[in-house]
């Protein structure tokens, strides 16, 4: 049983305009002093010599204290740059699905097409629970299920298209590169902002790729076989833990996501795709035994 997404009852999205960021909460503490000093007329030196080495010895202690305070008081944390400039409101499913609705409209299959509609997939939904398995460290060919709890699941389903294709512009590598990117940057803002989470899968629509004889053939060509192909991309909290110690866009450096065109040769383009070449899998649906429905992801080779 196909696990394709059915698409969403809408049409497709008209350009974006992005939404002014939204900054956080709360703001700095800004404490200043003003000191101002009419010094009358002294008369007796000896008087004017005490009152200064009074203000002396205070201004002594005054550095003092805040020397050991420093050490071992409370102290203010400069924590530095924000790590983005939007967050999301929530958290746990309904955090996951505000960070599809804030990305997806910036990833444009043509100027006034999105790329896809992004949705969250409830793995413990009563009505038709999906289960994700991986092949198992060390094996050949045992499965080993993600956890649902600590697990995210984004369906990215094709505009313009059937059964959640994309429909609009031309396939090419590019376009699977900037797929790619959009998972990639799902992942980090929910590494980020969804507490619990351990693994991130984003499930591309469905594509095809060429398969033809390239080196001595049995029997000769005419064109090349096209066959479908269902990919999806999964990253583990451990391998994106550097980016999540780093502002964003020191990873990603574009706030608006490069066009399909301009994609290869975007400042992280060789980031995505060695980031994400590692945690490409074709991804296959079956019913399983109980009823549930089964995503089993296979490694891809290196794209």
């Given at each position: 049983m196909?696990?394709?997404?059915?698409?969403?009852?809408?049409?497709?999205?008209?350009?974006?305009?992005?939404?002014?960021?939204?900054?956080?909460?709360?703001?700095?503490?800004?404490?200043?002093?003003?000191r101002?000093?009419?010094?009358?007329?002294?008369?007796?030196?000896?008087?004017f010599?005490?009152?200064?080495?009074?203000?002396?010895?205070?201004?002594?202690a005054?550095?003092?204290?805040?020397?050991?305070?420093?050490g071992?008081?409370?102290?203010?944390?400069?924590?530095?740059?924000?790590?983005?400039?939007?967050?999301?409101?929530?958290?746990?499913?309904a955090?996951?699905?505000?960070?599809?609705?804030?990305?997806?409209?910036?990833?444009?299959?043509?100027?006034?097409?999105?790329?896809?509609?992004?949705?969250?997939?409830?793995?413990?939904?009563?009505?038709?629970?999906?289960?994700?398995?991986?092949?198992?460290?060390?094996?050949?060919?045992?499965?080993?299920?993600?956890?649902?709890?600590?697990?995210?699941?984004?369906?990215?389903?094709?505009?313009?298209?059937s059964?959640?294709?994309?429909?609009?512009?031309?396939?090419?590598?590019?376009?699977?590169?900037?797929?790619?990117?959009?998972?990639?940057?799902?992942?980090?803002?929910?590494?980020?902002?969804?507490?619990?989470?351990?693994?991130?899968?984003?499930?591309?629509?469905?594509?095809?790729?060429?398969?033809?004889?390239?080196?001595?053939?049995?029997?000769?060509?005419?064109?090349?076989?096209?066959?479908?192909?269902?990919?999806?991309?999964?990253?583990d909290?451990?391998?994106?833990?550097?980016y999540?110690?780093?502002?964003?866009?020191?990873?990603?450096?574009?706030?608006?996501?490069?066009?399909?065109?301009?994609?290869?040769?975007?400042?992280?383009?060789?980031?995505?795709?060695?980031?994400?070449?590692?945690?490409?899998?074709?991804e296959?649906?079956?019913?399983?035994?109980?009823?549930?429905?089964?995503?089993?992801?296979?490694?891809?080779?290196?794209?």
């Amino acid at each position: 049983m196909s696990f394709r997404r059915p698409h969403p009852e809408s049409s497709p999205a008209h350009e974006h305009v992005a939404d002014p960021p939204v900054t956080g909460g709360g703001g700095e503490l800004l404490a200043s002093r003003e000191r101002a000093a009419h010094a009358p007329r002294i008369r007796h030196a000896g008087r004017f010599r005490w009152v200064t080495a009074g203000l002396f010895l205070l201004a002594v202690a005054s550095l003092a204290a805040a020397v050991l305070l420093s050490g071992n008081g409370p102290r203010v944390v400069n924590s530095g740059a924000a790590w983005s400039a939007w967050r999301p409101p929530d958290d746990g499913l309904a955090g996951a699905q505000e960070i599809a609705d804030y990305l997806a409209p910036y990833y444009r299959a043509t100027p006034s097409d999105q790329l896809a509609i992004v949705t969250v997939v409830n793995l413990n939904n009563p009505a038709n629970p999906l289960q994700v398995v991986v092949p198992a460290p060390g094996s050949s060919q045992g499965l080993l299920p993600l956890p649902p709890s600590g697990t995210i699941v984004y369906n990215l389903c094709g505009v313009g298209g059937s059964d959640c294709a994309i429909g609009v512009g031309q396939p090419s590598a590019a376009r699977l590169l900037l797929l790619r990117r959009e998972a990639l940057e799902l992942a980090l803002y929910t590494f980020k902002y969804i507490s619990g989470t351990q693994n991130v899968v984003a499930i591309l629509p469905p594509g095809h790729t060429l398969v033809g004889c390239t080196g001595i053939c049995a029997k000769p060509q005419s064109k090349p076989i096209v066959k479908p192909l269902d990919l999806a991309v999964a990253f583990d909290r451990s391998e994106l833990g550097p980016y999540l110690a780093e502002p964003l866009r020191r990873t990603l450096p574009e706030e608006i996501p490069p066009s399909v065109g301009q994609m290869p040769v975007a400042a992280e383009a060789p980031l995505v795709s060695v980031i994400t070449a590692h945690g490409l899998f074709a991804e296959k649906t079956q019913q399983g035994q109980d009823g549930s429905t089964v995503l089993t992801l296979t490694p891809m080779p290196p794209q």
